[in-house]
């Protein structure tokens, strides 16, 4: 190998592979990025068995290929002046060359390193941006508890007129439904994804089209997703008993309390007050005629209240007031876009449903997160 490449090329090579580099592989190779050479592209590769990335960028030169150490490699692009890159092999050997800057690298064994699955077949095409703000808004509500390895997944079903995502980790719950354009009118099918993976893959999508390849065969089946310069490949968890979670959304007639928000402000004002907050300690919500209160007592006596502006908060039906945990409320109210938030509740002790608000004041189809609310005794 010795080509040229440009180091924002180099660069996004690197970052985007290094994603999929294990913290603790299991065998050495798997700490590497694999680097080829064709001549006019070069292609860069991580694989820990269950995630694979593939991205490529033109570079120009002689063909070849070397396998370094993956973190130790994105460090020095990192670290590198915006020139161009060139790169050459020189024994067991990778040369790293760069303005004045000068890396020699050793290599591992090419020939130890596994090759990578083949992107699934395609089943349809969705707007990258799109679906990158579906997959972000997904994984606030996928669990990080591994021992419960179903529930650190996002569903996502493919059906003839949407997507769905959805995603819990028992305490909440995330439904995002996006369009897309599938391969064939008649498709129903269902993966479970780890969500670190779509989160990972959220961060590199912005503009274009991502291709959704499937091969839903267990145990081996595995989500690919193609554009236009990267392939990543994961394999499924396994959802065959994925619970029916659409049963927890409350019925639009057993909704008792409906509010529409300042979302950025309660946002603001429930951090705010959490500050007295222990871990395990709720904020109390409190919506009657007079408008909205959040309160929350930590230890040694330590309480905080504050009373939301009259103009910011609309309320319709029953009061109540209702505590949740802070963090998951901030997540669901990040989670959603637009100005105000809609809040469905069924009494103090049943799940809460988080929206955005249209204009109108009702909830916009698309987008709902399901947090569980804490009891509280006053």
Same mark, same amino acid.
Do not use: W
């Given at each position: 190998m010795?080509? /040229?490449?440009?180091h924002?090329d180099?660069a996004?090579i690197v970052t985007?592979?290094?994603r999929t580099l294990?913290?603790k592989p299991?065998?050495?190779?798997l700490? =590497?990025?694999?680097l080829?050479a064709? %001549?006019t592209?070069l292609?860069g590769?991580?694989?820990?068995?269950d995630?694979?990335?593939r991205?490529q960028?033109t570079a120009?030169?002689?063909?070849?290929t070397?396998?370094?150490?993956?973190r130790?490699l994105a460090?020095?692009?990192?670290?590198?002046p915006?020139k161009?890159?060139t790169?050459t092999t020189?024994g067991?050997h990778l040369q790293?060359a760069?303005?004045?800057?000068?890396? /020699?690298?050793?290599t *591992?064994p090419?020939?130890?390193y596994?090759?990578?699955?083949?992107l699934p077949?395609p089943? =349809?095409?969705?707007d990258?941006?799109?679906f990158a703000?579906?997959?972000?808004?997904?994984v606030?509500s996928?669990?990080?508890d591994?021992? +419960?390895p *179903?529930m650190?997944g996002v569903?996502i079903e493919?059906?003839?007129d949407?997507i769905?995502?959805?995603?819990?980790d028992?305490?909440?719950l995330?439904?995002?439904? #996006?369009?897309w354009?599938?391969?064939?009118p008649?498709?129903?099918?269902?993966?479970?994804?780890?969500?670190?993976t779509?989160?990972d893959?959220a961060k590199? +999508?912005t503009?274009g089209?991502?291709? &959704?390849? +499937?091969?839903?065969?267990?145990?081996a089946?595995r989500?690919?997703?193609?554009?236009?310069?990267?392939?990543?490949?994961?394999r499924?968890?396994d959802?065959?008993?994925?619970?029916?979670?659409r049963t927890?959304f409350?019925? %639009?007639?057993?909704v008792?309390?409906k509010? /529409?928000v300042?979302r950025? +402000?309660?946002i603001?004002? &429930?951090?705010?007050v959490?500050?007295?907050?222990?871990?395990?300690?709720p904020v109390?919500?409190?919506?009657?005629p007079?408008?909205?209160?959040?309160?929350?007592?930590?230890s040694?006596e330590?309480?905080?209240?504050e009373t939301l502006p009259?103009?910011t908060?609309?309320?319709d039906?029953?009061?109540?007031?209702?505590?949740f945990?802070?963090?998951y409320? #901030?997540d669901?109210?990040?989670? #959603?876009? %637009?100005?105000?938030?809609?809040?469905? *509740?069924?009494?103090?002790?049943?799940?809460?449903v988080i929206?955005t608000?249209?204009?109108?004041g009702?909830?916009v189809?698309?987008?709902?997160y399901?947090? *569980?609310?804490?009891r509280v005794s006053?």
């Open positions: 010795n080509l /040229t490449i440009e924002a180099l996004d985007q592979v290094a294990p913290n299991s065998v050495p190779v700490a =590497g990025i694999k080829s064709d %001549g592209t292609t590769e991580a694989y820990d068995y995630t694979s990335t991205v960028a120009s030169g002689e063909p070849g070397a396998l370094v150490s993956g130790l460090e020095i692009v990192k670290a590198l915006a161009p890159v790169l020189t067991a790293l760069c303005g004045a800057a000068r890396f /020699t690298l050793p *591992m090419v020939e130890d596994p090759t990578l699955p083949a077949a089943v =349809g095409d969705v990258a941006a799109v703000q579906a997959i972000t808004q997904a606030v996928a669990g990080r591994d021992t +419960l *179903m650190t569903r493919l059906r003839p949407h769905a995502l959805l995603s819990t028992r305490y909440r995330t439904e995002r439904l #996006i369009d354009k599938p391969g064939r008649d498709i129903e099918a269902d993966a479970l994804v780890p969500a670190r779509l989160a893959l590199t +999508l503009a089209t991502v291709t &959704v390849a +499937l091969t839903a065969d267990r145990p089946g989500l690919g997703f193609d554009t236009a310069s990267r392939q990543i490949t994961s499924l968890l959802g065959a008993n994925y619970p029916p979670v927890l409350p019925k %639009g007639d057993e008792t309390t509010v /529409t300042d950025a +402000l309660l603001e004002v &429930v951090k705010r959490a500050l007295v907050a222990e871990r395990t300690t109390l919500l409190t919506f009657n007079d408008g909205c209160v959040v309160e929350a007592g930590g040694e330590a309480r905080a209240s009259d103009d908060t609309s309320i039906g029953d009061p109540v007031t209702i505590g945990n802070p963090a409320l #901030i669901g109210l990040t989670a #959603i876009t %637009g100005q105000r938030a809609h809040l469905a *509740m069924v009494g103090a002790y049943k799940p809460a929206t608000a249209g204009e109108d009702q909830p189809d698309g987008h709902r399901l947090i *569980m609310p804490i006053r």
